[in-house]
């Protein structure tokens, strides 16, 4: 499923985004451009029917996190693809606006 995630993320993610490749785990960390809002993200990534964890709770003072975490471990290759896809709608739909 990692590799699966991995793959996806390279191919649909803009190149500003950042992957970190996990040695182990069950997250993938991606790290995107100062300009967009995570959590705006997050926003168009539910209505597609598709989550992630937004970075800015692993942090306690509060500061602006520009990541997000995608969990792999709990879905089938088959299901890692359908919610990358889906999470590459949603970024087209947010960039648009």
């Known amino acids: 499923q990692r590799k699966t995630m991995v793959k996806c993320a390279e191919e649909i993610f803009p190149k500003e985004f950042k992957i970190t490749l996990p040695e182990g785990g069950m997250f993938l960390w991606v790290d995107v451009p ?16 598709v989550a992630f964890v937004p970075g800015n709770p692993f942090f306690v003072e509060g500061e602006k996190v520009t990541g997000f975490r995608l969990n792999f471990s709990n879905s089938t290759s088959e299901e890692v693809v359908e919610g990358m896809n889906r999470l590459k709608r949603a970024m087209e739909k947010m960039l648009k606006k």
């Open 34 to 49: 100062e300009s967009i809002d995570v959590m705006d993200f997050f926003d168009y990534a539910i209505k597609e029917k």
